[in-house]
């Protein structure tokens, strides 16, 4: 018989493989080849297959198990024996066996100075797994016992690496080694090795930058520092610059280490460098100091030095900057004030009296400005809560506005969509959305914890220290957005959301903006960003009659000014006869693209509704007037006023509605055609007609 562990686990009998059907059963005999030639009693195989929550029958089960693995791999190989069962494994039969032994003869070679030899007999073995240990068994298994297996193939993988340095191999190894070090960006023994390869490679600033960038990870990820052996190579780098590329020849010997105190550079006299002559500056896109090359380095190598860490990852996610963004100033400067220190009111810092030419003096609407001109860290994490109804432009605000002010934060820019593309524009679980920044920041998905809670803790300490902007699109509730809040000052984080994040507001502290239809003015410049403005002069009534038809909200506007640009020779005004011609109906403004379908739009807002709440909504389709009212509502629903008051404010929370005082709410035309289209769909065909507009208290 032949055993496989290293990879999936199979059995190998004398004519082809044996089914070892199920995980269980697959356990219960990797569990006994683990401890081959060994009793393993039957509450160790339960722990083993099982884990703290075995079955009343577990040693029923456990007996079936083995029965049946007698059947297959001989009753003379199993044997029975107080308090539990042994395998009997012959020598070249159990693949770890076979690996272990050959990993003991290698590395007596490499000991020996037989380098090739080491490596050759080194990679054939490591070709021997065919996947992560102990594959298709239970998971308390392979959580007890793969990590170990996996680390001796680390470490057989390491000695290969040493091996081939050793014979001399460095530039055949460089690709392998960073391969490597992706998968594994934590084991330091790999990243000396790859800052040694690149060395002998005559590529210096790339192994420099090796260490920087694992210095920097150690720190943002684990809060710890490198450990003395990457310290050690590292400061050898620093000052072995003499070294050239060697050829990649067989038998080649390493390079000896150069003594640490005096270091030969170039022609000049001896540098006396020690630990604390290399001053620490800045890893770009951490707050973790890092080396500088000393100063008797070669110009070369300190240039790498400085352009790779230049070019330390930053992530820069915003979407394109609107290029024909309209109007908004007022939100603009309400947004503004986030970051400028001393304006009252705001989150962020102090109030300080505001100068002429310095931060806190007021900024006037249309006027180019640079918020926030300080570019001191803010002293608290900054939310700002961007929300309004759909189609009103809440995502270009927060783009137009994040390209404004990006510079303040060098550390990155981040744009996470928290709803799922497509019509049914599920929510996105914010556990996956912390995972796409983990991404964006580099690190490995392997290192990105399965459960939320550590995730969401390695998130904040990457960001921890570093000066980012998150913009958080089209949110669905605050419970999505807190656990991706950074946890330390710094930051600023820009949520929109269709739905009002009262809770938000409340709780975290978060800066409330509403965005609202375009104004007139704003309609007709938009109108003529769109179409030139020769266009729309030549026809200002009809340019003005398309604004009032799509309600002055600006998804339709972009709509109708998309068709109005693809037929340049139409006239306004017949495009706003056939928009009127349509009487409301929605399909006047389909687009053919399911990125801009305003229907589409209306109706995700709608199914976050409660079902009461919905109906209200369905039913204010039948209401004629632009304004509403609890009375007005509660004969819609045949229902007391008090129970109406709820429902409108879900609606105006929703941006359904809009509460231009208390009591009197709005909505624009373009939603009452959206609801009358789904009453006519749901309920006068249940009632047979239209409800009575009474109205009780």
Request: charge should be neutral; charged fraction near 25%.
């Amino acid at each position: 018989m032949r055993y496989q562990l290293l990879g999936p686990v199979t059995a190998t009998g004398p004519q082809g493989p044996v089914p070892v059907a199920g995980p269980k059963r697959r356990a219960v005999l990797a569990a006994l080849l683990l401890n081959a030639n060994r009793v393993v009693s039957e509450r160790q195989l339960s722990n083993l297959v099982w884990g703290n929550d075995p079955p009343a029958s577990v040693r029923g089960q456990i007996q079936v198990h083995v029965s049946e693995l007698r059947k297959l791999v001989g009753r003379d190989t199993i044997l029975r024996q107080a308090p539990g069962y042994l395998i009997v494994v012959r020598p070249g039969e159990l693949d770890l066996h076979a690996f272990d032994e050959a990993v003991t003869l290698a590395r007596d070679e490499l000991e020996a100075g037989r380098a090739e030899s080491a490596a050759e007999r080194l990679r054939v073995v490591l070709d021997t797994w065919r996947g992560p240990a102990l594959g298709g068994v239970t998971e308390p298994l392979r959580a007890l016992e793969g990590p170990a297996l996996n680390e001796r193939r680390l470490s057989a993988l390491e000695d290969f690496f040493d091996a081939r340095l050793a014979a001399g191999r460095h530039v055949h190894t460089v690709g392998e080694l960073r391969q490597a070090v992706g998968r594994h960006p934590f084991r330091e023994r790999l990243q000396v090795q790859l800052m040694l390869a690149l060395h002998r490679c005559g590529r210096t600033p790339e192994a420099l930058q090796v260490y920087a960038d694992t210095r920097a990870r150690l720190a943002s990820e684990v809060g710890i520092e490198p450990g003395r052996s990457l310290r050690e190579t590292h400061l050898r780098l620093l000052r072995d610059t003499t070294e050239g590329a060697a050829a990649d020849a067989p038998g080649r010997a390493p390079v000896a280490d150069v003594p640490v105190a005096h270091v030969p550079i170039g022609d000049g006299p001896v540098a006396d460098v020690s630990v604390v002559d290399v001053p620490a500056v800045d890893v770009p896109g951490t707050d973790v100091p890092g080396p500088e090359v000393p100063a008797g380095v070669p110009a070369a190598v300190r240039e790498g030095r400085r352009a790779l860490a230049e070019q330390a990852l930053v992530p820069r996610q915003l979407p394109s900057d609107p290029p024909l963004f309209v109007g908004r100033a007022e939100q603009l400067e309400r947004l503004d004030a986030l970051l400028t220190p001393g304006t009252p009111d705001t989150p962020g810092t102090p109030d300080t009296p505001g100068t002429p030419d310095t931060p806190g003096t007021p900024h006037t609407p249309g006027t180019p400005h640079t918020p926030g001109t300080s570019d001191a860290p803010l002293t608290t994490t900054v939310v700002a809560a961007i929300g309004g109804g759909p189609g009103v432009g809440k995502t270009s605000l927060a783009v137009r506005w994040a390209h404004r002010v990006r510079d303040r934060f060098p550390d990155g820019q981040l744009y996470v969509p928290l709803r799922r593309r497509g019509t049914d524009g599920t929510a996105l679980d914010p556990a996956e959305a912390a995972a796409e920044v983990l991404e964006a920041f580099g690190v490995p998905a392997p290192r990105v914890p399965a459960a939320a809670t550590p995730r969401f803790g390695l998130y904040r300490s990457v960001l921890a220290g570093r000066r980012v902007l998150i913009v958080l699109d089209d949110a669905q509730s605050a419970e999505q957005v807190r656990p991706l809040l950074p946890g330390v000052p710094g930051c600023l984080v820009v949520v929109t959301s269709r739905t009002r994040l009262d809770g938000l507001v409340a709780a975290e502290g978060a800066w409330p903006v509403t965005v609202d239809l375009l104004s007139d003015d704003e309609t007709r410049e938009f109108l003529a960003r769109r179409l030139g403005a020769a266009r729309v002069a030549a026809e200002p009534e009809a340019a003005d009659r398309l604004g009032a038809l799509c309600a002055r909200l600006p998804l339709a506007l972009a709509i109708v000014a998309a068709r109005a640009a693809a037929l340049p020779h139409f006239p306004l005004g017949a495009l706003a006869e056939e928009l009127r011609d349509a009487c409301g109906d929605l399909d006047a403004l389909d687009s053919g693209d399911p990125a801009t379908d305003l229907r589409a739009a209306f109706t995700r807002s709608y199914r976050s509704l409660g079902p009461r709440a919905a109906r209200l909504y369905r039913l204010l389709g039948l209401h004629p007037g632009p304004e509403v009212t609890p009375c007005v509502a509660a004969g819609l629903l045949g229902e007391p006023v008090r129970r109406a008051r709820p429902l409108l404010a879900e609606l105006s929370r929703a941006h359904l509605l809009t509460e231009d005082a208390p009591g009197r709410y709005r909505r624009h035309d373009l939603l009452r055609a959206h609801a009358l289209e789904l009453t006519l769909a749901h309920d006068t065909r249940r009632t047979g007609g239209p409800p009575s507009s009474g109205c009780s208290p």
